[in-house]
Structures are given as C-alpha cells and as structure tokens.
C-alpha cells in the first residue's frame, strides 16, 4: 500500500499547546499557522478566502501563533531538530505580512520563540544572533520522550525498530 499511510507521534503540537496555555492564558492563539501569500491568480480565480484554504498545504506553517494587542508571538518548537527551528522562525516573520490570514494584524510587532525541552548553549548563541528568545520548557510528560535520542542507536533499539518497521508493513504501513 503507497500513498500517504504513515504512523507517527505528534508530539511537538500537544507540547506547545500546553505551552500556550500555561504562559499565554489570557490571549487569543493559533495553532499550525499557515503563512506566506497566495498566488494573484488563484485569488481571482476562486475568491480569496477559498484560495486560502485550497493553498494550504503550499503554505509554511507556524506551530503556533500568540495574538497579543500590540504584538504576534510566533512559537517554533523542537524536540530534536534545533537548529531547524532556530533557522525557520526568521523566515516565518518575514512571511507573515503577506499572509492573507493575517491581515488584520497588520503593524503588529512580531516577536519570536524557540522552545526547546533543554538549555544548548550553540543554540542560545544563534537564537541571541537572530533576535530570537529560546524558551527552555520540558513538561514531565515529554522528559522520557527526549531521552529516548541517547538509546536510538543501541543494538536492542534498533532491532526493536525493524521488527515495528516489518509488523507496520505486514499491517499495510509505509
């Protein structure tokens, strides 16, 4: 079976929605953001609100965003990858101007926030680098979760991968 079948946690959404409502309880959020514009043509072809929703999936997404009155809190977080994250809060801020979605936040301040669940010191480096604030939060939950990179590569590990690998295949999983 091909196609788009694929188990996997989701880790980082459960994660930085309790972020969002531990440290930004009082304002308005959104979760996987699309940003970026929609192209001239398919907005005068289908409306822009339809051609909003039909480009999507072209569309970076945001993992979160925080409303504020003065200011937009775009959040990043990254249980392994940091520098993916370090690297793409700068493309998303210079995107959300030409979000359609976002238009009526026009002149708002856009402040930046990378969490990660520990304190890298190369990552603070570049987060201070590129106007980034780095949020260090590590829910009890996700501790066994991040532990887990330390033991990836261990023999019995990787056996127990092939062997969930064979049963999901057996199962109809790519």
């Known amino acids: 079976m091909g196609g ?8 980082e959404p459960r994660w930085v929605a309790e972020y969002v409502s531990k440290f930004y309880p009082a304002h308005e959020a959104s979760f996987r953001v699309p940003l970026g514009p929609v192209p001239e043509e398919w907005a ?11 480009y999507r999936p072209w569309r970076p997404e945001a993992d979160a965003l925080v409303k504020m009155p003065n200011r937009l809190v775009l959040i990043e977080a990254k249980v392994f990858k940091y520098m993916d994250g370090a690297a793409k809060l700068p493309l998303y801020k210079a995107l959300v101007p ?8 026009k002149g708002k301040e856009i402040s930046m926030e990378l969490l990660l669940p520990v304190d890298v010191q190369w990552v603070r480096i570049v987060c201070d680098a590129m106007g980034i604030r780095l949020v260090v939060w590590c829910p ?17 590990n990787v056996l127990a991968r092939q062997k969930r690998k064979e049963k999901l295949r057996e199962l109809g999983y790519e």
């Open 140 to 156: 009890d939950w996700l501790k066994p979760i991040w532990e887990e990179r330390d033991r990836y590569w261990l023999p019995e």
């Open 44 to 54: 005068k072809e289908l409306g822009e609100a339809k051609a909003v929703r039909a």
């Open 4 to 11: 788009f079948t694929k188990l996997r946690r989701e880790i």
């Open 98 to 105: 030409f979000s359609p979605d976002l238009k009526d936040q």
